[in-house]
């Protein structure tokens, strides 16, 4: 088993659909939060450059209202999509709440809308 085959099976992602994405806000600008794991996010590109040599401040803001303090880091660009690193790990209790709402609210994904 390849290493990125390891680490996608150990670290769950969880992809936010259109109207739910939350904000990760910044003193840089806010950006859309398209997925979310335990140590990385993937956020859209809003036109401001995160740093890959510091962390950068802000909050997780989700559709709830709650609010998770963290820091980011680069770690690369994919097309129009920032994959950052995250300073303060987001808990696994908070993705599976957000994850168990969204269920809750739209149910199961089909396979073509993944």
Same mark, same amino acid.
């Given at each position: 088993?390849?290493?990125?085959?390891?680490?996608?099976?150990?670290?769950?992602?969880?992809?936010?659909? /259109? #109207?739910?994405?939350?904000?990760?806000?910044?003193?840089?600008? #806010?950006?859309?939060?398209?997925? /979310?794991?335990? %140590?990385?996010?993937? /956020?859209? #590109? $809003?036109?401001?450059?995160?740093? $890959?040599? !510091?962390?950068?401040?802000?909050?997780?803001?989700? !559709?709830?209202?709650?609010?998770?303090?963290?820091?980011? !880091? /680069?770690?690369?660009?994919?097309? #129009?999509?920032?994959?950052?690193?995250?300073?303060? $790990?987001?808990?696994? %209790?908070?993705?599976?709440?957000?994850?168990?709402?969204?269920?809750? %609210?739209?149910? %199961?994904?089909?396979?073509?809308? !993944?």
């Amino acid at each position: 088993m390849s290493e990125s085959e390891s680490n996608r099976r150990s670290l769950f992602r969880l992809r936010f659909p /259109l #109207d739910e994405q939350p904000l990760f806000v910044t003193e840089l600008g #806010d950006y859309t939060v398209l997925e /979310l794991a335990e %140590k990385s996010a993937r /956020l859209a #590109d $809003n036109g401001t450059t995160l740093c $890959n040599e !510091k962390w950068t401040t802000g909050v997780v803001r989700l !559709k709830t209202g709650a609010e998770i303090p963290t820091t980011v !880091k /680069l770690s690369r660009i994919d097309d #129009d999509q920032l994959v950052v690193l995250l300073g303060q $790990n987001i808990t696994l %209790k908070v993705i599976i709440a957000e994850q168990s709402r969204l269920l809750a %609210k739209y149910g %199961k994904p089909r396979p073509a809308d !993944k």
